[in-house]
């Protein structure tokens, strides 16, 4: 079973034996000396605002990916960098489809404009994920990189979204708007490890195509406040709101069963909530 979720300082570690692993070994990093947990935390730091996601399998922790800024002046604010890594092991399983399920949607929601993601060629695989998920080649720079004795080109490839800058403005193409949200059910906010992750809260949403995607409650009030799909009203309900919600259907339909069953008593003396729990087949375990 795999699931997709928001990186936790728990997952640090884990996160740096993989690029320590890709340091050392291969050239989809182009560091030379291992990286500190106290490199990473820094890194780590800015997750609110550029998330991280992991993916973890049977309880195992098999990639993640993020996003970081592009650059740090303000014109450059609306465009990041986003990448992943995924254990050797488990590469080719689909671990990067999913990541970037959660991610994409993620800073498209958060109103980043453009993605760039840089890869260091030759990496076939990495370029059909990409270009999976509507990234465009738009460059390659030649012999900017050198490792395990070679001079390495890097190819970069941008993704762009559409965002409301102006309320007069065009709204574009309808592929690249903001996308639709709906609230997340009880079960999809269990299975997603919705709450409280790593010490800052999140929102979780269904996009229209039946994927979940995580916003971090601190950047929501950044997002525009009525673009045309109401994004910036996203009905995301608290999550004790909606158990209380839950509680309160399950007593009501109890008390609705139990009308019902006023003409069914059994014939030795059973009272008529016993007859219910026992009869009925209604699922009480979550009153």
């Known amino acids: 079973m795999r699931i997709v979720r928001p990186v936790t300082l728990d997952d640090l570690p884990v996160i740096l034996d993989i690029l320590n692993r890709e340091i050392r070994e291969g050239i989809a990093h182009f560091g030379t000396e291992p990286l500190t947990i106290e490199d990473l935390a820094r890194e780590f730091a800015n997750a609110t605002a550029y998330p991280w996601f992991a993916a973890i399998h049977y309880e195992s922790l098999v990639g993640f990916a993020r996003a970081n ?29 999913a990541l970037y399920e959660q991610l994409l949607p993620s800073l498209q929601c958060l109103g980043f404009k453009t993605l760039l993601g840089g890869i260091a060629l030759p990496n076939p695989a990495s370029v059909r994920l990409h270009e999976k998920f509507g990234f465009s080649h738009v460059g390659t720079l030649p012999q900017v990189g050198w490792k395990f004795g070679a001079w390495r080109d890097v190819g970069w490839w941008q993704r762009r979204h559409w965002i409301e800058t102006d309320p007069t403005a065009g709204l574009g193409p309808a592929a690249d708007r903001p996308p639709a949200l709906a609230p997340l059910t009880s079960a999809e906010r269990t299975r997603c490890g919705y709450g409280r992750s790593g010490g800052y809260p999140w929102k979780g949403a269904r996009l229209p195509n039946g994927s979940i995607v995580m916003i971090p409650r601190s950047v929501l009030p950044r997002l525009p406040d009525a673009p045309p799909n109401g994004l910036g009203r996203i009905a ?19 008390l609705l069963f139990e009308n019902q ?21 209604f699922p009480f375990g979550f009153l």
């Open 69 to 97: 800024p592009w650059k740090s002046r303000g014109g450059y604010a609306k465009t990041c960098e986003v990448g992943l890594y995924v254990e050797p092991e488990t590469q080719g399983q689909g671990v990067g489809v």
């Open 261 to 281: 069953c006023d003409q069914r008593q059994s014939s030795q003396g059973q009272n008529r909530f016993h007859y219910l729990l026992s009869n009925s087949g």
């Open 236 to 254: 995301c309900l608290d999550h004790c709101f909606a158990i209380g919600i839950l509680r309160l259907a399950g007593y009501l339909a109890a």
